[in-house]
């Protein structure tokens, strides 16, 4: 038994170095890279980065080399080459990579993916069959890379090498990679969304709702009557998925937007606080500063003289 125990361990960490070996010959400068799969980037750091905030849209990342630390609300996420991390539905984070060097830079690849792909796996595969009555639960989550995952991974992102076979096969690599991790043990986190009527389907609807209207004053109980919940229910399964309440999650998308309006440098702080929502400017400043750790003002010129380190 331990011996198998060993060989399953070889076979991943040599998997991950083949990935790892592929990730880097497609990624010769740092960033994001997209690729002719469109689902799919790869992303390349040679050093530790600031913590980058932004709306986490569904999807799968796994890390080959270095590591990543991930915020979500009041909860931290650490994953590297034995992990991967999945977000099912649209989460504001922040992440930062926290292991890389020259020598040995973060590589990684996140394949995007959409409710629809998830819905068609559970229709066609009869041994996944969410549960109606399976704890809602949390939206992030990490969990241990295993063989045939990666095994997975790695032949759809060695397609870039025949882009003549992309059209045919990456189809069917994706769909065995999402059938790979609904199979794990995290799996009921990726389906919940699937239930029709479920808890989870009716707060996918009011994250939409407020990302889309973050602007406007937040209703509970208009969302709740929205979505036929009732306004403590829907508070508690929103946490449930989110990790934060949904006034906690406007106000990050709020400050997120904020942020990025400023750093275009077409307005000042009390007008970017009016366009994302807030009356007040002076609460507007105490909130980004609480979040960002620097006043708008400071936070800006830091921002902005990072990026020119970068670049």
Same mark, same amino acid.
């Given at each position: 038994?331990? =011996? ?8 991943? $960490?040599?998997?991950? !170095?083949?990935?790892?070996? =592929? ?25 530790? @980065? ?8 569904? #999807? ?10 991930? *915020?979500? %609300?009041?909860?931290?996420? $650490? ?30 690849? +996140? ?15 009869? $041994? ?8 809602? @639960? +949390? ?29 045919? =096969? ?5 769909? &065995?990679? =999402? ?5 794990? &043990? ?23 709702? *407020? ?7 937040? +209703?509970?109980?208009?969302? #709740?009557?929205?979505?036929?919940? @009732? ?11 989110? #990790? ?5 999650? !406007?106000?990050?998308?709020?400050? !997120? ?14 007008? #970017?606080?009016?366009?994302? %929502?807030?009356?007040?400017?002076? !609460?507007?400043? +105490? ?12 936070? *800006?010129?830091?921002?902005?003289? $990072?990026?020119?380190? &970068?670049?």
């Amino acid at each position: 038994m331990k =011996l198998n125990l060993a060989n399953i361990d070889h076979g991943v $960490t040599e998997q991950q !170095q083949k990935l790892a070996d =592929l990730i880097k010959r497609f990624t010769p400068t740092d960033g994001i890279h997209s690729t002719a799969i469109p689902s799919l980037a790869l992303i390349r750091a040679s050093k530790i @980065s600031q913590p980058i905030y932004y709306v986490h849209q569904p #999807a799968l990342c796994i890390v080959a080399q270095g590591s990543k630390l991930v *915020i979500l %609300g009041q909860e931290s996420y $650490t994953y590297d080459l034995t992990q991967y991390l999945v977000a099912s539905i649209n989460l504001p984070i922040s992440g930062q990579v926290v292991q890389a060097t020259v020598e040995h830079p973060y590589l990684c690849m +996140r394949l995007d993916f959409d409710p629809g792909q998830i819905f068609d796996l559970i229709r066609d595969t009869p $041994t996944a069959s969410p549960k109606p009555d399976h704890p809602t @639960s +949390r939206g992030l989550f990490v969990s241990s890379a295993k063989l045939p995952l990666l095994e997975a991974v790695f032949r759809l992102v060695r397609l870039l090498d025949t882009p003549e076979d992309i059209p045919v =096969l990456a189809p069917l690599f994706i769909r &065995e990679i =999402l059938y790979r991790i609904i199979q794990d &043990e995290h799996g009921p986190s990726i389906m919940q969304f699937a239930v029709q009527n479920s808890h989870a389907q009716h707060i996918a609807e009011v994250i939409e709702v *407020i990302q889309s209207e973050y602007a406007k004053p937040l +209703r509970i109980e208009e969302l #709740a009557s929205r979505v036929n919940m @009732s306004s403590s229910s829907l508070h508690h399964h929103f946490k449930a998925i989110t #990790a934060m309440s949904p006034l906690q999650f !406007q106000k990050q998308i709020r400050l !997120q937007e904020a942020r990025r309006i400023l750093l275009t440098g077409s307005t000042d702080a009390a007008d #970017a606080a009016f366009h994302v %929502g807030y009356e007040s400017p002076s !609460q507007f400043s +105490r909130e980004y500063a609480r979040m960002y750790g620097l006043p708008p003002k400071s936070d *800006i010129k830091r921002l902005r003289h $990072t990026l020119d380190i &970068e670049c």
